[in-house]
């Protein structure tokens, strides 16, 4: 078999329960596995950032400004090995390597989420969508077998990376498409989590607009 | 008024014209890529990726293993849209963003005698020399087959002068970025007045057409038809001698009549056998440039040495050898064939030494540790074949543990026992196969380095 990753050719380790269950055999090697980080353990129970403390500093700081994101849950750590993947994935746009993650997201959310929920993709602005092809969000997304919602627009082009931290907090960078969210219980999902102003932000257009229960769901934490 | 802008706009559209042609001259680009407009008449736009009866093939990098394709759905053209995988770090090749291939003339600038270097050639070395320039002149294809240490560099000197000075543009392409990082600023000092580009993943001066190019194989997918000389170092070093999407990019980014010259110390077998029977044109140097025979390597049987570690025991013979670099302070790498046997055993060699240190391929401290080498602050190395080539370091042994493992081959072999004597002052040293039932690989190494020894001997290239 070919890693999806580092192309290079494994062999998996036959056994039973392949051949008697409906399990999928992994698409990458078990030494580009072995670098991601699944987040377990102590984590803050708001944002899934590695801590001891049950609550971390930045979720008391967002309760404080009546957030109504309820909670954030993250797949992976965000490290080097991370980085190089995600910069081949969005930058690149090597989109195929969404496959090394379909097991561990579909894991995750089911643990943590119910199967009534509508997904809310982040947008990117029309450019940056003509620029990479695909959205790495909807991407993510669509590994999930639920419905997704388009429910916002962006209307700032800047890339998030590429700001300072009082910048991501101050001006807007959504507005709401018009989609029909009242009553519905929404799961926004993203590619990273790092200050959160992005997911806040969203849930709480989102609410504005008649949402219920707005968690948010990311693939990395950093 | 008006004829003012209309001229100053005529101006604007000139330089950018020329601007545009700086930039596209010799090049293959993703339209993607492109965010000006280009003139028409001096490109060709191609689909990037073609069907075939077995399926795709992408036309910039020649993939056609159907693994290493995949589709997605585009929000560029709203289709379900295929892409390479296999160039993909290089821009995404997909079925909607097609190739745009400059056809128009490529602008040449020749400058005269370019060279300024005092260095003395060796007769080896100056034979090798004057063959190279030959086959630039004439446009031919050259391999010059160099022993590790014979100053191959040197030896493109005077070609690369002839070309320059012709006003032809040349492209020194090797395998890896540590290579074109440390060939770059040798040839910029003996070439000072040239302009030249180092091109690698991140370097800063991506997109330029220069004169003189180092760039590693894999850069040259930018490029078409754009150089009249062609140096591919290290021909039968990973990834180039692996992958053939490398040779593909050296066919597609050199001009059709062009000289191509291989620098290679262990041409692969079929091409040895080719130069035997005369079918290709080569060069060599089968002796250093101080005169010394190359240390032969000797066999030592190592018993079963996977099945000790298991114990956590090392043979005794290895321990012994280890004890002697340590006790005479000479400094040693040691190959082991992979990495996790590599992250298992230093920590045990650390209790004879604790200074002892493993690098690997991925190693981020991979820099650090070789310079603390190189400076003498760690006796024995531990390494992967990575640094089977490139590192020099004067007065070194060397040896290979577990040498009948498949990653040693030949070239392999012969690249790591190039490692030990190559400065002047120290030409000799020792060089130990440990291993566990000789393969023919390390018979055809020592064989090779043996034969060329004969050679230098029989045309008086060594002073014994």
């Given amino acids: 078999m070919k890693c999806v990753i580092c192309h290079d050719d494994w062999m998996p380790k036959m056994s039973f329960s392949i051949f008697l269950t409906l399990r999928q ?37 967002w309760e404080k400004r009546k957030s109504v994101l309820k909670q954030n849950v993250s797949v992976y750590m965000y490290n080097d090995w991370m980085k190089e993947v995600m910069n081949r994935f969005k930058f690149r746009g090597d989109y195929a390597l969404i496959e090394a993650f379909r097991h561990d997201v579909r894991a995750v ?57 009082r910048e991501r907090f101050t001006g807007r960078k959504f507005c709401l498409t018009g989609e029909n969210v009242a009553e519905k219980r ?9 200050t959160g102003a992005t997911v806040h932000e969203a849930a709480k257009l989102l609410y504005d607009a008649g949402a219920r229960d707005i968690c948010s769901f990311t693939l990395i934490r950093s | 008024m008006i004829s003012a802008n209309r001229r100053s706009g005529r101006l604007v559209h000139f330089f950018f014209s020329g601007v545009i042609r700086l930039y596209m001259a010799g090049k293959q680009l993703l339209k993607s890529g492109l965010s000006f407009p280009y003139d028409e008449k001096y490109v060709q736009v191609v689909e990037s990726i073609v069907k075939t009866k077995k ?29 390479c995988r296999k160039c993909v770090t290089m ?74 000075s012709h006003g032809k543009r040349v492209c020194i392409a090797a395998p890896r970025t540590d290579v074109v990082l440390e060939l770059a600023p040798r040839l910029a000092s003996v070439f000072p007045s040239v302009d030249m580009a180092a091109l690698y993943g991140g370097s800063q001066d991506r997109g ?31 990834p180039y001698s692996v992958d053939p999407m490398l040779s593909y990019a050296v066919e597609r980014a050199r001009k059709p009549t062009s000289s191509l010259i291989y620098l290679t110390a262990t041409p692969n077998e079929q091409w040895q056998h080719e130069v035997k029977s005369g079918k290709r044109k080569a060069v060599m140097i089968p002796a250093r440039y101080h ?39 000479k400094q040693a790498f040691l190959f082991v064939p992979h990495i996790e046997f590599l992250q298992q055993v230093v920590p045990y060699l650390q209790q004879f030494h ?111």
Avoid at chain 2, 291 to 308: I, S
Wanted: aromatic share 8%; charged share 25%.
């Fill in chain 1, 186 to 194: 929404i799961v926004i999902v993203d590619d990273i989590y790092t």
């Fill in chain 2, 55 to 83: 399926g795709y093939r992408c036309v910039r990098c020649d993939n056609e293993d159907q693994q290493l394709f995949a589709s997605f759905p585009c929000a560029r053209c709203g289709r379900i849209c295929t892409y």
């Fill in chain 2, 291 to 329: 005169r010394h025979p190359l240390p032969v390597p000797t066999f030592e049987w190592c018993g079963n040495w996977q099945k000790k570690w298991r114990h956590h025991r090392l043979p005794l013979c290895v321990i012994q050898w280890l004890h002697a670099r340590l006790s005479q302070k």
């Fill in chain 2, 208 to 238: 330029k057409l220069a004169s003189l190019t180092v760039a590693t194989t894999h850069q040259l997918l930018r490029y078409y038809r754009a150089f009249d000389v062609m140096i591919v170092d290290e021909v039968d070093a990973f």
């Fill in chain 1, 109 to 165: 959310f089911s643990k943590h989420f119910s199967s009534d929920v509508c997904l809310v993709p982040i947008p990117l602005s029309p450019s940056r969508l003509a620029e990479r092809g695909f959205n790495q969000a909807e991407a993510i997304a669509s590994l999930l077998p639920l419905p997704m919602i388009f429910a916002l627009r962006r209307i700032d082009d800047e890339k998030q990376s590429k700001k300072t931290r």
């Fill in chain 2, 91 to 164: 821009g995404r090749c997909s079925e909607c963003n097609p190739l745009v291939i400059w056809t128009g003339p490529i602008p040449s600038t020749s400058f005269s005698s370019p060279l300024k270097w005092s260095g003395k050639l060796s007769p080896a070395q100056q034979l090798a020399s004057d063959e190279v320039c030959h086959a630039i002149d004439r446009n031919d294809s050259l391999l010059v087959w160099a022993v590790c240490g014979a100053g191959k560099t040197e030896v493109l000197f005077a070609g690369i002068d002839l070309a320059l």
């Fill in chain 2, 354 to 464: 604790p200074l002892i240190e493993g690098v690997h391929a991925e190693d981020p401290k991979r820099k650090e540790k070789v310079l603390a080498f190189r400076r003498g602050h760690i006796p024995i190395l531990v390494t992967t074949t990575i640094l089977e080539r490139g590192v020099t370091v004067p007065n070194i042994d060397v040896a290979v543990f577990g040498a009948e493992q498949p990653i040693f081959t030949e070239s392999a072999l012969v690249q790591i026992a190039g490692r030990v004597g190559r400065s002047a002052q120290y030409p000799t040293g020792d060089i130990r196969f440990f291993h566990f039932g000789k393969t023919k690989a390390m018979v055809k190494a020592k064989r090779h380095i043996v034969r060329m020894n004969d050679e230098a001997r029989k045309r008086g290239l060594l002073d014994e």
């Fill in chain 1, 25 to 61: 055999e992994d698409v990458c090697c078990p030494r580009c596995r072995a670098r991601f980080i699944r987040l377990e353990g102590n984590r803050c129970e708001r944002c899934s950032r590695l801590i001891d403390q049950a609550v971390c500093e930045d979720c008391i700081a």
